[in-house]
């Protein structure tokens, strides 16, 4: 296996969400629509560019991931955050370390750009590994209905979330 992490291009939108859609396709707890959701924010003004990743084995790509804006609402105040979703992988590449290789990639392109938290909603036994902690623990709450332990934050910074608290605020093309 060669595997090359690099920005997602336009060019590339079809078959990432090829990569999402059967990434997703037998997934328990999913409702089988990632790849729209990642189109959808592809088109959003929540989107960064250099946040949309690819994972490529001798050229084909067999992998994506996607961070995107969003912000932590405390009252009037907001601090911005970023959400970590969805992160593909093809069914037959899984248990490779291609998730995990993009996961870094897009952690340290995250830090370069200067943002500070990232949010995701995964499995508490695998986003520990990347440094992701119970989001609560910084006051941090879902706005909707999840286990404490499976919705999670990552600091980017030392102390970036020490004075962050709030309700996460997803775009509304999460919802759409």
């Known amino acids: 296996m060669t595997l090359r992490i690099r920005q997602e291009t336009e060019q590339d939108y079809q078959v990432s969400e090829q990569v999402v859609e059967k990434a997703f396709a037998e997934a328990e707890y999913s409702d089988h629509t ?8 592809r088109k959003s003004d929540v989107f960064v560019p250099q946040l949309s990743l690819v994972a490529e084995d001798e050229g084909e790509i067999v992998g994506h991931i996607l961070l995107t804006n969003l912000v932590i609402k405390d ?5 911005e955050s ?3 979703a969805p992160v593909s992988v093809l069914p037959r590449h899984q248990k490779k370390g291609i998730g995990s290789a ?7 392109v995250a830090r370069e750009l200067g943002f500070r938290s990232v949010i995701v909603l995964g499995y508490d036994t695998y986003y520990p590994r990347f440094g ?4 609560h623990l910084w006051g941090i709450k879902a706005p909707f209905d999840v286990s404490k332990e499976a919705f999670m934050a990552l600091e ?4 970036s979330l020490d004075k962050v608290k709030g309700t996460v605020v997803y775009p509304k093309v999460f919802y759409e």
């Not at 990632?34 to 924010?41: D, P, Q």
């Open 102 to 108: 993009l996961i870094r990639r897009s952690i340290e």
């Open 34 to 41: 990632e790849h729209l959701l990642v189109a959808n924010l």
């Open 132 to 135: 992701f902690k119970p989001a």
């Open 82 to 84: 970023l959400a970590l």
């Open 75 to 79: 009252g009037e105040e907001e601090h």
């Open 156 to 159: 980017l910074m030392d102390g």
